[in-house]
């Protein structure tokens, strides 16, 4: 788990489980109260990168994350 804040008070979460079975998905966007995030499977790694900011936003982080896997 990696987490990190910025001096708005915005704060992402980065967690990367590995998965019980090799496997990869696409990402799925994700939402819970006011928190969001993009969670997605590549071989076999789970990813998920949630925090407040809008789904547009996150997404092109996660696209990052997801790539350098």
Same mark, same amino acid.
């Given at each position: 788990? %990696?987490?990190? +804040? *910025? +001096? &708005?008070? =915005?704060?992402? $979460? ?5 998965? !019980? $079975?090799? #496997? *990869? &998905?696409?990402?799925?966007? @994700? &939402? !819970?109260?006011?928190?969001?995030? /993009?969670? /997605?499977?590549? *071989?076999? %790694?789970?990813? =998920?990168?949630?925090?407040?900011? %809008?789904?547009? +936003? ?7 994350? @997801? =790539? #350098?896997?």
């Amino acid at each position: 788990m %990696l987490m990190c +804040d *910025n +001096d &708005k008070g =915005s704060r992402l $979460v980065m967690l990367t489980p590995p998965m !019980i $079975v090799d #496997q *990869n &998905k696409p990402m799925v966007a @994700r &939402k !819970i109260c006011d928190t969001r995030g /993009w969670s /997605w499977a590549k *071989n076999g %790694l789970g990813g =998920s990168l949630v925090g407040t900011l %809008l789904h547009g +936003d996150l997404h092109p982080l996660g696209n990052t994350v @997801r =790539s #350098q896997i």
